[in-house]
């Protein structure tokens, strides 16, 4: 079992950038991935970026130069840094831990991020 905790969802504007943080209640060292997700209400939750235990990333194509992923395995914690944000990107992030390659995926509360126009 892993628990997740989002914090850094809020209120900016068009173009602007904001940092979500997910700190996980154990060591993420051996997590195999750790990712972001959204989803607006009525839609299916979506890969925004995810990041293996070796580093490896992946992006959404639409996020691609403009978000990034990123771990402190000291601090037990992924970053999500968004920048030049759009309102459409007003919805709910979750962040996301697997344990092993093919196992559930754990999820955290969510955080809301609103771009304002």
């Known amino acids: 079992q892993v628990q997740l905790v989002e914090s850094g969802g809020g209120l900016v504007q068009a173009g602007g950038s904001l940092r979500l943080s997910c700190v996980a209640s154990?060591?993420?060292?051996?997590?195999?991935?750790m990712g972001w997700y959204r989803q607006a209400p009525g839609n299916q939750r979506d890969l925004v970026a995810a990041?293996?235990?070796?580093?490896?990333?992946r992006y959404a194509d639409s996020v691609k130069g403009r978000f990034t992923i990123s771990r402190d395995n000291a601090k037990n914690t992924v970053y999500l840094q968004m920048n030049n944000l759009k309102p459409e990107e007003t919805v709910v992030y979750y962040c996301?831990?697997?344990?092993?390659?093919?196992?559930?995926?754990?999820w955290g509360q969510g955080t809301q991020v609103t771009v304002s126009s």
């Open positions: 154990k060591s993420i060292f051996s997590i195999n991935t």
């Open positions: 990041i293996t235990s070796s580093g490896y990333t």
């Open positions: 996301a831990a697997r344990e092993t390659y093919g196992s559930a995926w754990f």
